[in-house]
């Protein structure tokens, strides 16, 4: 299985589903306008914020390292994203086209295995991150800007496998939240103290075959006890 084409696949119906048909124009079926480089900058603040990078406060705390990986899958949604629109807006080519540059780049090899990388240190980790958001706004290139988010990825050790996972469940949280009033204000994010990204890893983490519509009757079930 691709899972790269896979993702690619579930995130053009996320966004199809949520902001409409024909998002890639750059408005919402709401008249609403979107900034997917603005939207990676905010992710990778973010991510950056889940270590004690702040010399004043929490010096001795240790980075968040679940919430990293979270962050992570967040900002590859809108790294999707920004491909889709790109290769459609400029008639590039299909959802397969763009699977097939992301890997054929040859920081895929890399991406694409299990094994972790060399544990960096956290400012050297937080420059990586850094560098993506230097990427998305200082080059108007897809292609620099999936490379980035590949080594940072890599580097930071959420490879594809891991990463495949959690995007799955990430999607299916997302779609949870939009069937369940996250536009109008009305969803409830913390669950019996938890935030629901905790909720939704903590079901992954006890049952790693667990399939898409049973984990989406999961977090139903946790969600109505709350």
């Not at 750059?26 to 900058?41: H, Q, V």
């Not at 790294?79 to 008639?91: D, G, P, Q, T, W």
């Not at 938890?194 to 519509?213: A, G, H, R």
């Amino acid at each position: 299985m691709n899972k790269i084409l896979q993702m690619l696949k579930l995130q053009q119906e996320l966004n199809d589903a949520t902001n409409g048909l024909n998002w890639e124009n750059g408005i919402t079926k709401n008249r609403k306008i979107i900034d997917w480089r603005r939207c990676i900058y905010l992710e990778c603040a973010e991510l950056i914020d889940s270590y004690p990078w702040k010399h004043w406060k929490n010096i001795d705390a240790n980075p968040d390292y679940d919430n990293i990986k979270i962050e992570i899958v967040d900002i590859w949604h809108f790294v999707m994203s920004e491909a889709l629109r790109i290769y459609k807006i400029n008639h590039l080519g299909t959802i397969e086209n763009i699977a097939s540059m992301v890997t054929n780049m040859s920081e895929f090899e890399n991406f694409s295995q299990d094994e972790n990388s060399k544990v960096l240190d956290l400012y050297k980790q937080m420059e990586l991150v850094e560098d993506v958001i230097k990427t998305a706004f200082c080059k108007n290139d897809i292609n620099a800007l999936v490379i980035s988010f590949l080594t940072m990825s890599s580097k930071l050790n959420l490879k594809l496998p891991e990463l495949y996972n959690l995007y799955i469940g990430k999607n299916i949280l997302n779609k949870f939240r939009q069937e369940h009033g996250y536009k109008d204000g009305t969803y409830i994010k913390i669950w019996n103290g938890k935030e629901d990204n905790v909720v939704m890893q903590n079901i992954l983490n006890s049952n790693s075959s667990i399939t898409p519509n049973e984990l989406y009757r999961e977090l139903e079930e946790n969600y109505k006890n709350e």
